[in-house]
């Protein structure tokens, strides 16, 4: 079974930006809809953006303007581009996978149920 590994996370001041990557194995990131989720202390796991196959993407309220998700085809590595951090940026970042709508994305806004591949998670931590 395909793994999803995550790396990038750090801490940082904010206004400042990070980079998260995700790396693939055994999933071809351009066929499938590819997300990252977050999930702060005892809070729900929240979707934050997806790209499709079709390379349409989607971002929640709270991060349009300062988040950019992409992707290497060729590396098949996965992309978040953090910038204008927040103290509420602060949380475990994972990337997510699913091909149940044949690299089209499911409704918004993202339910992790709707995802069958996770990364273990990294951290992003911003400080005020």
């Known amino acids: 079974q395909g793994q999803l590994v995550e790396s990038g996370g750090g801490s940082v001041q904010a206004g400042g930006s990070l980079r998260l990557s995700c790396a693939a194995s055994?999933?071809?990131?351009?066929?499938?809809?590819m997300a990252w989720f977050r999930q702060a202390p005892g809070k729900k796991r929240e979707g934050v953006t997806y790209?499709?196959?079709?390379?349409?993407?989607w971002y929640a309220d709270s991060v349009k303007g300062r988040f950019t998700i992409s992707q290497d085809n060729a590396k098949n590595i996965l992309f978040l581009q953090m910038n204008s951090l927040k103290a509420e940026d602060t949380a475990m970042y994972y990337c997510?996978?699913?091909?149940?709508?044949?690299?089209?994305?499911?409704?918004?806004?993202?339910?992790?149920?709707?995802?069958?591949?996770w990364g273990q998670g990294t951290q992003v931590t911003v400080s005020s």
């Open positions: 055994d999933h071809t990131v351009s066929r499938y809809c």
């Open positions: 790209i499709n196959k079709y390379s349409i993407t």
């Open positions: 997510a996978a699913t091909l149940r709508w044949y690299g089209g994305c499911p409704a918004t806004p993202l339910s992790q149920e709707d995802f069958d591949y």
